[in-house]
């Protein structure tokens, strides 16, 4: 018997160690086109995505969120991906999120997969 997929669910990648908000936002490019190779397709994506960002410590450090609705298996191959892209300098972290923090993504899959 195959293994059931988990239903899916806010995740959060948080890559670390970006020195500044320019630096973090410099990300998101890169990011956005492995997450979605062409802007143009017909949709949905994929994976419904939407980035963020937050401050770390006291030293200023800024991490780039990006906040992802799926299942938890495909969010850990999303965050390899950046893991690879982003490479060895910053650390990247997976965890659950809030739902009612990424309202947009939820609202996005359901309207996506005709749900209401």
Aim: net charge negative; proline share 8%.
């Amino acid at each position: 018997m195959p293994p059931v997929e988990d239903q899916p669910r806010v995740y959060e990648i948080r890559i670390h160690g970006c020195q500044s908000g320019e630096d973090a936002l410099a990300l998101q490019a890169p990011i956005e086109r492995l997450l979605c190779p062409n802007p143009d397709h017909a949709p949905p994506c994929e994976v419904p995505w939407s980035f963020t960002l937050a401050g770390e410590d006291a030293d200023a450090s800024t991490a780039l969120v990006l906040g992802v609705y799926t299942s938890s298996g495909r969010a850990a191959q999303v965050a390899d991906r950046v893991r690879t892209l982003v490479g060895e300098a910053r650390t990247v972290a997976v965890s659950e999120g809030d739902a009612g923090e990424w309202e947009e993504l939820v609202e996005q899959y359901r309207f996506e997969k005709g749900l209401r």
